[in-house]
């Protein structure tokens, strides 16, 4: 079975640009989910998806970030314009219907100068 | 309202020590409670979970952890280290939402 994809995996950008991260989930699950992980923390929760409805997204900043899972597999998460405190690991998740137990991709890197 | 303390952001160990990482955890709904495993560059993987059922939690590599639901706590332990050991442990809950810890990072000294 295929795990979760995410790429790119790294991406280095200046402030003020915009940058998107795309993952695809493990096929056939239904929730994923978007967290940011900044270096020394644990991953923060910025949307959950159920299908391509949103369950949670109180936690994304959404004056610049927003994501989409437009037929429910595969997603995108878009920062515009980064902040140089977007610097993060980006990790996608997702779970079977059912079950409690997430997946992880391997994330993004951003670095933002 | 649901959270995760994690005490001791490093933990050193001896190969061949026991290894004792702390979680404590609150919860205003049964939770559901779980430790991952992270290495450099690299995603979250699940060591082990509690859900229902018996509270000694076996998990892969050698790690356990026991729910005491008095103490609220989820300690992660291994009695003997291992240098592959060394990463990044998280402990995480979900009552109604996924929340995590801020991790804790193991060194194994040979």
């Known amino acids: 079975e295929a795990g979760v994809a995410q790429s790119p995996r790294y991406k280095i950008i200046e402030k003020r640009q915009s940058v998107a991260f795309w993952c695809n989930p493990i096929?056939?699950?239904?929730?994923l989910y978007w967290y940011q992980q900044i270096l020394g923390q644990g991953p923060k929760l910025l949307i959950q998806f159920q299908n391509n409805g949103v369950v949670d997204d109180s936690q994304l900043p959404k004056d610049r970030f927003s994501a989409e899972r437009l037929k429910g597999v595969d997603s995108t998460l878009k920062i515009q314009p980064a902040k140089l405190e977007d610097s993060a690991v980006y990790l996608c998740?997702?779970?079977?219907?059912?079950?409690?137990?997430?997946?992880f991709g391997p994330g993004t890197r951003l670095t933002v100068l | 309202a649901q959270s995760v303390t994690q005490l001791g952001s490093h933990v050193s160990v001896s190969e061949g020590a026991l290894v004792l990482l702390r979680c404590n955890y609150s919860s205003s709904v049964p939770p559901y409670l779980f430790w991952y495993v992270q290495y450099p560059n690299q995603g979250l993987q699940l060591l082990l979970k509690?859900?229902?059922?018996?509270?000694l939690v076996k998990g892969i590599n050698g790690f356990e952890a026991e729910f005491k639901k008095s103490e609220t706590s989820f300690h992660l332990t291994k009695p003997s280290a291992h240098m592959s050991d060394a990463a990044e442990y998280f402990c995480a809950v979900h009552g109604n939402q996924f929340y995590f810890g801020t991790g804790t990072s193991l060194t194994v000294i040979p």
């Open positions: 096929s056939g699950h239904a929730t």
């Open positions: 509690y859900t229902t059922g018996a509270t």
């Open positions: 998740a997702s779970l079977p219907g059912g079950n409690n137990e997430q997946f």
